[in-house]
């Protein structure tokens, strides 16, 4: 019973995944706090609202709109994103182009009987299993 779940847990992918929740939790906080403490002073200082941003609101027949709440996690989501595309996904992107070349393409064609893209040298369709002749010479296989 506990196999499967052991088995489970151990797998790199949940590890890496939980490791990435706590990062991004612990970033998240790092985020928000420097948004608070510089960029919302900033932007209520260009938009004249100079002291605490964040309590500014808008009144409209009677109802209170807090405006400085939402831009405060309007900034603190554009510079997370921010942050993370350029400090993650383009190191991340050039890297890989550069240590994992792509993989020649194989050709090719349309399977006879489900119309599914198998390769030129294969005998059987992956998809409806039909029996297909090769496009290409397939090497001998010689067993020993």
């Known amino acids: 019973m506990f196999k499967g779940f ?6 790199g992918n949940v590890i890496d ?11 998240t906080g790092v ?24 309590n500014k609101s808008a009144d409209l027949g009677g109802v209170v709109f807090p405006y400085g709440q939402f831009l405060n996690a309007l900034i603190a989501f554009v510079l997370t994103a921010a942050v993370l595309y350029f400090c993650v996904v383009l190191p991340v992107t050039k890297a890989t182009a550069r240590y994992l070349p792509k ?9 006879p009987e489900c119309l599914t ?7 059987r369709c992956s998809s409806c299993t039909a029996v297909v002749q090769p496009l290409v010479p397939v090497p001998s296989q010689h067993r020993v």
Request: hydrophobic residues 55%; positive net charge; proline residues 9%.
């Open 6 to 11: 052991r088995d489970f847990m151990m797998r």
């Open 17 to 27: 995944l939980a490791v990435g929740v706590v990062i991004g939790a612990a970033f």
């Open 31 to 54: 985020v928000t706090g420097f948004v608070g403490a510089f960029l919302t002073p900033l932007v209520g200082v260009a938009v004249g609202a100079a002291g605490d941003f964040r």
């Open 103 to 111: 993989k020649p393409s194989v050709p090719k064609r349309p399977c």
């Open 117 to 123: 893209e198998i390769p030129q040298a294969a005998r």
